[in-house]
């Protein structure tokens, strides 16, 4: 278990001035305040680094309910730590991170916006005139497959239709950093299949980093640069780091052949397994 973090990425060197990583968190702790009348206490993540360079792909894997998506809010900016520092390419992180984009589990479209309208909305909160923010937004409908169904409403998609919309809502705003929250969590195998190519295919083309959530150890190996292990919560930290040293590009299908990858995930599900049972049992023990 190893580190690619303190290299740039693949081919690449580093601007002068510009931090080895797009995005640190260092030491992040967060905890929360119970509803209930005991005003107790509840620590979701606890003194845990992570580092990302700019353009590495890392996924984050572990048990449900252990503070992925806590610490995705944490790198947004959406949600301040209770400890520690979130520095983005070494600046400290204040307020929204303005240099992310943020693809959510559920899709943020919204339902009375048609497709081109929703893929736009965000450049127009920027201020880009109408008429270059249609046309951007055009070009990355095009890109996602979509080019045809611009003016198609959320209800007039399919499923994965729709996140290629959200997909193509995010990387409009070409942003440094893309935060994704188990994005294709919903899709059935095949468009799931496919929507992780085309992730894949974009994310070669500029290579940013990503920060990738998801409950599917096949689809981080089949992704990533490297992949972290989140222990089982309450104060959840990362118990396990693997490069993933898998030749690219990848087709998220046939890679899963590979004996590497076989080799891979036998050695990371080592790491995993035992958080996955114990988070299991919590739950079972809170819905007890």
């Known amino acids: 278990m190893t580190s690619s973090a303190d290299r740039p990425p693949s081919g690449g060197t580093y601007p002068p001035g510009q931090s080895t990583f797009a995005l640190e968190l260092e030491g992040i702790t967060c905890t929360f305040k119970s509803n209930n009348l005991k005003a107790e206490h509840y620590t979701a993540v606890a003194n845990t680094t992570l580092r990302i360079a700019a353009g590495e792909f890392v996924s984050v894997v572990g048990p449900t309910g ?10 947004a900016g959406l949600l301040e730590p209770s400890l520690g520092t979130v520095k983005v390419f070494g600046q400290p992180l204040q307020g929204i991170n303005k240099r992310a984009g943020y693809m959510f589990q559920s899709e943020a479209l919204m339902p009375w916006r048609s497709a081109i309208d929703n893929v736009m909305v965000g450049l127009q909160y920027r201020g880009v005139p109408e008429a270059d923010a249609r046309s951007q937004a055009q070009a990355w409908l095009e890109r996602v497959g979509l080019g045809g169904f611009g003016d198609r409403y959320p209800h007039e998609l399919s499923g994965g239709m729709r996140k290629r919309t959200a997909l193509a809502q995010v ?23 496919l929507m992780e190519n085309e992730v894949l295919a974009l994310w070669a083309a500029k290579k940013k980093a990503v920060l990738f959530i998801t409950h599917d150890l096949d ?6 640069d490297r992949v972290v292990v989140l222990s089982a919560g309450p104060a959840t930290h990362p118990i396990g780091e693997f490069v993933i040293d898998l030749p690219r590009p990848r087709d998220v299908a046939e890679v899963r052949v590979n004996p590497r990858f076989i080799e891979l995930h036998t050695q990371i599900w080592s790491v995993l397994r035992d958080e996955v049972l114990k988070g299991y049992a919590q739950q079972i023990q809170k819905a007890a």
């Open 66 to 75: 252990c503070g992925k998506s806590t610490l995705l809010n944490i790198s």
């Open 171 to 193: 990387l409009a705003l070409d942003p440094d950093i893309i935060l994704m929250d188990e994005p294709f969590s919903a899709l059935d195998i095949q468009t799931r299949q």
């Open 219 to 224: 689809e981080a190996i089949a992704l990533s």
